[in-house]
């Protein structure tokens, strides 16, 4: 079967006074119809520039996408001009943003903000599409949707405006979901709910759901696969359980050990482990493996030469020289 | 709403006896009164004059003096005008319209240049267009009025002979014509008054718009597929233009001040000049009144501004 979304090389770069920024250099990253794709990272890691690159969504200039292939349903987006993307923007992928506070229009109503996004793209009357506004909110739980309709985002909270945005993404029911960190900026009880309403969601539209998140946790309980991404490109990709259990990166066994663990006894427990250093900065990134210089198994080679993703296991790829048995290095 | 600006026409009330009392006591300051030609004239002889003083009582302390003019005021008694011989409101009637019209002409043509350039030109930041809207937006808001106003005289008028330098209300032409002269004799005022206004709010509506243009609802916007020019319509146009109105509004009263140099080089008998010939005569009547009705405008238009802030702008409910 083929990919409903398929990345190839993508290269994105921003021209700024000090040269030139790769945010995203090189990545490939494949979304299977239906299914749950996590793309962790730090942040500054080319996450989200990645997911907007894909409806060149980023700001362009100073943004441009440099190289590489987006393909959707067997068509690449890259030289799509931007009045052609509007044709899939929405009704083929929706976008939900990380900050429900700023991501919607202050002054329109939330209704308003929903139902042109389906006169856009589907040929309803006013009305119509005011019920199928109404049908989305009730959809999204929010409790007297037909009164809500009509209200304006300042009189929602951060959870009932995500709430909104969900219903924004889903009002034409894409095949392809891009949430952007949606719970980043949610607390840790309207997080669960968040998350729970976009796997029903999923479950009911069976679309396919790109997450993008920094926190493990959401990826454990999210995730059919996920992308491990560091410094503009991807690390490792596998299998949710495969990551989880079987972390071969040194970035992800990082990160999934600074997860905070309630389960361990209390003789087991030890100081929760931070990955030293910070993400560089992507203008002349350093030369080799990029992760080298925070990486405590860092050899000679991994400045040198740059790690190539390879299959370590069916449906397990990473890219480090750590056991690459080219190199006779131990694993 | 209408209670909302019920209470803040009360409140205008102190504010407005405020400011007429300093106006007040400032021109009484002034040296010179309506009668100070009456005291050079050899002709009057002094009782006369001291009489007519008495009579007027002009010599009475300063704050029965004002206590009368309020009084009057408040009766629709604006005074006398010695110099124009009327009385005061009358002679303010007469010249309004002349005002208005140049004044509200050069507006419109301000937002009409204003609007679709600095929309323009904040879409596409640094390009060429941009760069030379700025710099002749620029150059706009540097020239003061007096001197682009003597400049189109010099070229349209003198060396072109294309329009007329002298603004009459008389225009002896009926229908078509009196329209057409009317127009003709009203575009260079309305041009160098427009053009001076349209300069800096160009830039403003541009620095707006890129305020606005960079927001996460703007991206949510683009990836709804609703097109360029609706996503900068509807979502960009639309809040961007709350402080533009807003500025607008506030800046009405500084237009009228501003009106009053274009009324001088053009020579329009409008309510500006008036003040300025009264000043000259010492006809305190007229200054005062001319003076108080822009105090009155500041005040509206502020308030104009507040209610138009909480019409554009859901998030501000006016009680």
Request: net charge neutral; glycine share 2%.
């Given at each position: 079967m083929a990919p409903l979304l398929e990345i190839k090389g993508l290269k994105t770069h921003f021209s700024t006074d000090d040269g030139i920024l790769q945010a995203v250099d090189g990545v490939d990253i494949t979304i299977n119809k239906g299914e749950t794709l996590c793309v962790v990272g730090e942040s500054g890691c080319g996450k989200t520039v990645t997911a907007m690159s894909i409806?060149?969504?980023?700001?362009?200039p100073p943004g441009r996408i440099a190289a590489g292939e987006i393909i959707f349903e067997g068509r690449d987006l890259v030289p799509l001009t931007s009045s052609q993307l509007d044709e899939i923007r929405a009704k083929e992928i929706g976008f939900i943003f990380q900050e429900p506070m700023t991501s919607?229009?202050?002054?329109?109503t939330v209704g308003e903000q929903i139902a042109e996004s389906l006169r856009r793209h589907e040929n309803v009357t006013r009305k119509q599409a005011l019920e199928r506004t109404i049908e989305m909110l009730k959809l999204v739980q929010i409790p007297n949707a037909e009164g809500r309709v009509h209200n304006y985002p300042h009189q929602f909270s951060g959870g009932m405006r995500q709430r909104v945005m969900i219903a924004m993404a889903l009002a034409c029911k894409p095949k392809l979901i891009i949430a952007d960190e949606p719970t980043t900026a949610l607390d840790v009880t309207i997080q669960a709910q968040i998350l729970d309403l976009l796997q029903d969601m999923k479950e009911r539209f069976g679309m396919a759901v790109m997450l993008i998140t920094h926190a493990m946790g959401v990826v454990a309980e999210t995730a059919q696969r996920v992308v491990v991404m560091y410094a503009g490109k991807v690390v490792e990709e596998a299998g949710v359980d495969a990551l989880f259990a079987d972390p071969r990166h040194p970035y992800t066994q990082g990160l999934i050990r600074s997860i905070p663990r309630i389960d361990l006894d209390s003789e087991h427990k030890t100081r929760l482990e931070a990955i030293g250093g910070s993400v560089p900065i992507l203008i002349n990134p350093p030369v080799g493996c990029r992760f080298a210089p925070r990486?405590?198994?860092?050899?000679?080679?991994c400045t040198a030469k740059e790690p190539l993703l390879r299959e370590i296991a069916p449906g397990h790829r990473m890219a480090c020289h750590l056991g690459d048995p080219q190199l006779g290095g131990a694993a | 709403m209408s209670q909302y600006v019920l209470r803040r026409l009360l409140i205008a009330i102190p504010s407005l006896l405020g400011i007429s009392a300093v106006l007040f006591f400032v021109l009484a300051l002034a040296?010179?009164?309506?009668?100070s030609e009456l005291a050079t004239?050899?002709?009057?002889?002094p009782e006369v004059q001291a009489a007519l003083r008495a009579r007027f009582g002009l010599d009475d302390p300063i704050y029965l003096r004002y206590l009368h003019w309020l009084f009057a005021m408040a009766h629709g008694d604006w005074g006398f005008s010695f110099v124009s011989r009327m009385d005061v409101d009358r002679l303010i009637l007469q010249r309004l319209p002349a005002t208005l019209y140049v004044i509200g002409s050069a507006q419109v043509l301000a937002l009409l240049i204003a609007i679709p350039v600095g929309v323009y030109a904040a879409t596409k930041p640094y390009s060429l267009f941009d760069q030379i809207a700025n710099t002749l937006a620029f150059i706009g808001f540097s020239l003061p009025t007096f001197f682009t106003g003597l400049l189109f005289i010099l070229i349209?008028?003198?060396?072109?002979?294309?329009?007329?330098?002298v603004y009459t209300t008389d225009i002896k032409a009926t229908g078509i014509h009196y329209v057409l002269e009317m127009i003709r004799q009203a575009i260079m005022p309305v041009a160098v008054l427009g053009l001076f206004q349209a300069a800096s709010m160009t830039r403003f509506v541009r620095s707006a718009m890129l305020d606005v243009i960079r927001l996460d609802y703007v991206t949510t916007a683009r990836a709804k597929g609703l097109g360029q020019a609706k996503v900068i319509v509807k979502h960009v146009m639309r809040n961007a233009m709350i402080p533009v109105v807003t500025l607008i509004a506030l800046q009405m009263p500084a237009v009228f001040g501003g009106a009053l140099v274009t009324e001088q080089i053009f020579r329009i008998p409008g309510i500006g000049s008036l003040l300025i010939s009264s000043i000259l005569s010492n006809d305190t009547p007229v200054v005062m009144a001319v003076t108080f009705v822009f105090a009155c405008l500041v005040v509206l238009f502020n308030l104009i501004a507040d209610v138009l802030y909480g019409w554009l702008d859901p998030r501000i409910s006016l009680r």
């Open positions: 409806l060149k969504l980023i700001a362009m919607l229009n202050p002054v329109l990486c405590k198994f860092a050899m000679n080679v | 040296p010179g009164d309506p009668f004239n050899p002709n009057v002889p349209f008028s003198v060396t072109l002979d294309w329009l007329p330098f």
